[in-house]
């Protein structure tokens, strides 16, 4: 079984940054891909970013280009999300994913087939 444990959500005023962990445990895992998404009160949950795990192209929803950072460490077995000039419209709970195999990175929550159980981000006006 793998698990994967997310850190580093919080309260941040807009125009802030945070740092998101996602490290992965368990038995001996290579995702494929890993990625993000985050969910807002009321809304679907959404694809935000996600990284090639061994090519390392990354990949990334529109509202977030050129703010959020994705990347990885191969040997800790953690993606990392950096979100940098965060909006009030971020706010959101956070959740890693792991894609076990596939023919692209996937964008979609169906692809995905590990989950964390997600961190709180809240952004400040």
């Known amino acids: 079984q793998v698990q994967l444990v997310e850190s580093g959500g919080g309260l941040v005023q807009a125009g802030g940054s945070l740092r998101l962990s996602c490290a992965a445990s368990?038995?001996?895992?290579?995702?494929?891909?890993m990625g993000w998404f985050r969910q807002a009160p009321g809304k679907e949950r959404e694809f935000v970013a996600a990284?090639?795990?061994?090519?390392?192209?990354?990949y990334y929803v529109g509202s977030v280009k050129g703010r959020f950072t994705i990347s990885r460490d191969n040997a800790k077995g953690t993606v990392y999300l950096q979100m940098n000039s965060l909006k009030p419209e971020d706010t959101a709970v956070y959740y890693c994913?792991?894609?076990?195999?596939?023919?692209?990175?996937?964008?979609?929550?169906?692809?995905?087939?590990?989950w964390g159980q997600g961190t709180q981000v809240t952004v400040s006006s």
């Open positions: 994913a792991a894609q076990q195999r596939g023919l692209r990175v996937g964008v979609t929550s169906a692809e995905y087939d590990y």
């Open positions: 368990g038995r001996t895992f290579t995702p494929y891909a």
């Open positions: 990284i090639n795990w061994s090519g390392g192209s990354t």
